[in-house]
């Protein structure tokens, strides 16, 4: 049972920097590809990055060179690291996860989702 619990979130200044973790309760996550999500009030959930369970990563245009994600198989914890943080950036993300190596920029192929941290970054 796949279990995505994330912490992290808070309210920083534009151009600060946050840690988002995704903690996975089931332990599988080192054989599953996990993505980031976000969904900011009345826009519809989008995507922002996801991590091959071989590590590859790959990022929206919109966060490319700003965030990085990154996982420790061991600890079962996914991270998103987000540097340079702007105003629209403002949004609860998620983590998620799908088994296997196929990455997806869809929400809708994910199967795990975490209940969502907040993140505000004020101008």
């Known amino acids: 049972q796949v279990q995505l619990v994330e912490s992290g979130g808070g309210v920083v200044q534009a151009g600060g920097s946050l840690r988002l973790s995704c903690a996975d309760s089931g332990r599988v996550l080192s054989s599953y590809t996990m993505a980031w999500f976000r969904q900011a009030p009345g826009k519809e959930r989008e995507f922002v990055g996801f991590?091959?369970?071989?590590?590859?990563?790959y990022y929206a245009d919109s966060v490319k060179g700003r965030f990085t994600i990154s996982r420790d198989n061991a600890k079962t914890t996914v991270y998103l690291q987000m540097n340079s943080l702007k105003p629209e950036d403002t949004a609860v993300y998620y983590c998620?996860?799908?088994?296997?190596?196929?990455?997806?920029?869809?929400?809708?192929?994910?199967?795990?989702w975490g209940q969502g941290t907040q993140v505000t970054v004020s101008s």
């Open positions: 998620a996860g799908r088994r296997g190596v196929t990455g997806s920029y869809t929400a809708n192929n994910y199967d795990y």
């Open positions: 991590s091959r369970s071989g590590g590859t990563s």
